[in-house]
């Protein structure tokens, strides 16, 4: 770029408060990203190589910015490169259209995967024995098996609906948190 060029855009940038990087960031991205050029037509795949090619990029950041990123990040257990990918994507969420949650969501979720696969195995159990209570000359009780059955029917509804809840507020939560959805309640 040429010496006034670089002199506007500094003179741009601090009176937004940005430094240079972080306003031609800006500004690229907003044009970029802009709705207008939905339409426009993609080069074809041959000229750009293919879609899932690893391409690498370098974004020089503040050692707070980097700090701040590794504070946020070790909690959801990303390291920094797993948090600044994770943030682009989100960004790009309509042109990505792929959710993939941090490892510490996915791993709540796999442990509440676990305990309603145990739930329906113990279904399945209590099931079959009030079937088999209720076979023609079977010795067991179909009242003494169904009524204990019904009131843990009861308490698992309301664990499956805490569940739900959960699960909910898990994934909710990291899409918010991704996406900025509750930043403007916020302000």
């Known amino acids: ?21 972080a306003w031609i960031v800006l500004t690229l991205s907003r ?7 939905d339409d426009l037509p993609t080069p074809a795949i041959a000229d750009r190589g293919h879609p ?9 950041l503040k050692r707070t910015e980097i700090e701040a990123i590794d504070t946020v990040g070790a909690p959801l257990g990303l390291t920094r490169n797993e ?6 994507r989100w960004q790009l969420w309509d042109k990505a259209a792929r959710l993939r949650l941090a490892p510490t969501t996915q791993a709540e979720i796999g442990r509440v995967r676990k305990q309603v696969l145990a739930i329906g195995r113990n279904i399945n159990q209590a099931v079959h024995a009030m079937n088999a209570a209720n076979q023609p000359e079977s010795s067991l009780d179909i009242a003494r098996i169904s009524e204990p059955f019904l009131e843990t029917c009861g308490e698992l509804k309301a664990l499956l609906f805490a569940t739900r809840r959960s ?19 916020q302000r």
């Not at 899932?52 to 020089?60: G, L």
């Not at 948090?83 to 682009?88: D, E, G, P, S, T």
């Not at 699960?167 to 918010?176: A, H, I, N, P, W």
């Open 1 to 21: 770029m040429k010496d006034e060029l670089v002199a506007e855009i500094d003179r741009v940038a601090a009176a937004h408060g940005q430094s240079r990087s």
């Open 31 to 37: 044009v970029a990203l802009a709705s207008e050029h």
């Open 52 to 60: 899932d090619d690893q391409v690498r990029v370098t974004v020089r």
């Open 83 to 88: 948090w600044i990918k994770r943030a682009l």
């Open 167 to 185: 699960l909910s507020s898990y994934v909710g939560g990291e899409v918010g948190y991704w996406t900025g959805a509750f930043g403007d309640k």
